[in-house]
Every structure is written in C-alpha cells, then in structure tokens.
C-alpha cells in the first residue's frame, strides 16, 4: 500500500512540475490559476464526490461511511488538540496560521487521488465523511482561528458549497437507487479524469509564485510542516491502529490527515488582512515534503496496525 502511495505521489509530482513550468514560463498567469482551482473545487471535485454515490447500495459500504464519518470526528479532535500541544503561541510567531496549517489538509486536492489510487471509488465514497467533517469544521473553528471572528454567515455557507450540495445530492440518489443514464454518466466519468492532473498542475502554478530560496531559509515552515505532516499523523495512527475498524475506513482518514496543509490558509490570510505570504509558503513547502512523508506514514500505520493484530490476536 505505501508502494501504491509512493507511486501515486511521484506521478502526482511530475503533474505539478508541468504547473510549475507553465506559471514560469507563462501560459498560466496568477488570474488564470485562480480561475482554474475554482474550477476543481466548484466544479471537478463535487463532480468526483457525487460519481462516488453512483454503485450499488451494499450495507458493508453504508457502514464504512458512518464509521469514516465517526473516525474523521476523532481526527479532528485530535489534530486540534495535538496542533495546540506541539504550536505553543508566542507573540513573535503567526501562531493562528501554524494551527491552522496544522489541522486543515488539502483533503480534496490530494486526498481524493491518493485515495483513489489505494481503494478506487469506493474509497472516495468513504472520504467523502471526512470532506464533510471537514467543511464544517474549517467553516467554523478554522475561520474564527484565522480572522478572530464569529462568522455565522460564513458557516451558514458551507451548506451551499457545490462539494456539501455533491454530497447531499449524491446520498439521496445512493439511499434512494437513483442511477444516471449511461450517456450523463460517461460524460461526468470525464470530468472525473480530470481531477487529479488538473488539481497538481493548479498546486504546481501556486508553487511556481512562491519564492523558493528565501523559503529554504525559514526554519519555522520546517517546524510546522514537521508537525502537519510526521507528528499529528503518527499521533493519529497511533490511536486508529487500536480501533477495531477495517483498513480502508482507518487508511482512508490517515491518508486524508496527513495531506499537506490546505491552500485555504493563504485564502483566509487574504481576505482577513494576515501573513498570506507565510501561510503560502507552509502549503508549498508541505506540498513538496509530503511526497516523503505520505509514503512513510502509510508504510508505518501498515506495520502498526499488523503489530497490534499480532500483540491483541
């Protein structure tokens, strides 16, 4: 499974290159980025999420995603907690956006290629829990993080985002057997081919507008991305591992978690008048160190979880 991860977050590699050498040399400006990710998160994602809903209604699926929902609860409790443990605020630092990169992962971007890559759609159907949990949590506690403020109109939002609106619509026809036609289907099928080259060539233009030798000098992204993506991620493998639930659900969520952390950070810093820059600096950072740390953590929850079968069998 961690070969499968490796291979994936390889390829994954190459495609932001590709970004990456479109920015530098043109053909994608900063606008055309910008209007290009809202195409994956508004339009490809949501697209991705509801194809998940379209199989078969079996009762081990329907349980899979309540217990994912359940564990990405857990999480989120833990990724929190830890954050707040290992970031100690100190009036020097962006403490607010250390936190938050912290927590939040680019669960969509990564997540959902890197599940897909280890269980197929099935997997995605299950990281939708986790995409659920997660927009309702960085709507909430994550903007008040950010901004200081209690945005109600902000969280009020979240139930009409295109992803949450996939989702709801996408359970109504899994519960209810509704199946699309075989032409909209293999229309929307496109679509979803286009996640993942589209997401890491859009990752590898915001890369390519970061400044990368002054980033190599700042010791403090290092510190948060060691926590984001080897800390929190050994911690929350560590607790999952006694759990007695299948391996998809308990991968599903680690590999979700330990996604780098999540290009809405910069967005909030923007809109709320905060360090941007560090905040885009801690995702490009993380972004390129996790396709090391994403293999290693799965390679280590895999010999965990065998070693506390072995110890409780």
């Known amino acids: ?83 707040y443990l290992f970031i100690r605020k100190k009036p020097d630092r962006n403490t607010e956006i250390e936190r938050f990169s912290s927590i939040y992962s680019n669960c969509g971007f990564m997540g959902i290629p890197l599940v897909n890559a280890l269980f197929g759609m099935e997997g995605v159907f299950c990281l939708t829990a986790y995409i659920t949990v997660f927009n309702l949590i960085v709507w909430t506690h994550g903007v008040i993080l950010i901004t200081g403020e209690k945005d109600m109109k902000a969280v009020i939002k979240v139930f009409y985002s295109p992803t949450v609106i996939a989702i709801i619509i996408g359970l109504l026809c899994f519960f209810l057997g509704i199946r699309l036609p075989e032409i909209p289907s293999k229309a929307l099928g496109y679509i979803t081919e286009l996640n993942t080259p589209l997401a890491m060539i859009v990752s590898g233009a915001t890369i390519a507008g970061t400044d990368l030798k002054t980033l190599v000098k700042k010791v403090g992204v290092y510190k948060v991305c060691s926590v984001k993506l080897i800390l929190l991620p050994i911690l929350l493998s560590v607790i999952l591992c006694w759990l007695p639930v299948d391996e998809k659900v308990r991968m599903t969520v680690i590999v979700a978690a330990s996604a780098p952390p999540a290009a809405m950070c910069t967005l909030l810093c923007i809109r709320s008048g905060k360090d941007s820059l560090y905040a885009s600096e801690i995702f490009t950072a993380g972004t390129i160190l996790s396709v090391i740390t994403l293999p290693a953590v799965v390679k280590f929850t895999e010999y965990l979880t065998k070693t506390v079968s072995q110890f409780c069998g």
């Open 1 to 83: 499974m961690s070969e499968t991860i490796l291979k994936q977050t390889i390829i994954m590699m190459v495609l932001m290159l590709v970004g990456f050498l479109c920015s530098k040399t043109g053909l994608i400006s900063e606008s055309s980025n910008k209007d290009l990710s809202k195409i994956v998160l508004q339009v490809v994602n949501p697209v991705v999420i509801f194809m998940s809903y379209q199989t078969e209604q079996k009762p081990e699926l329907i349980r899979e995603l309540m217990l994912t929902f359940a564990l990405s609860c857990l999480s989120f409790v833990v990724l929190i907690a830890g954050a």
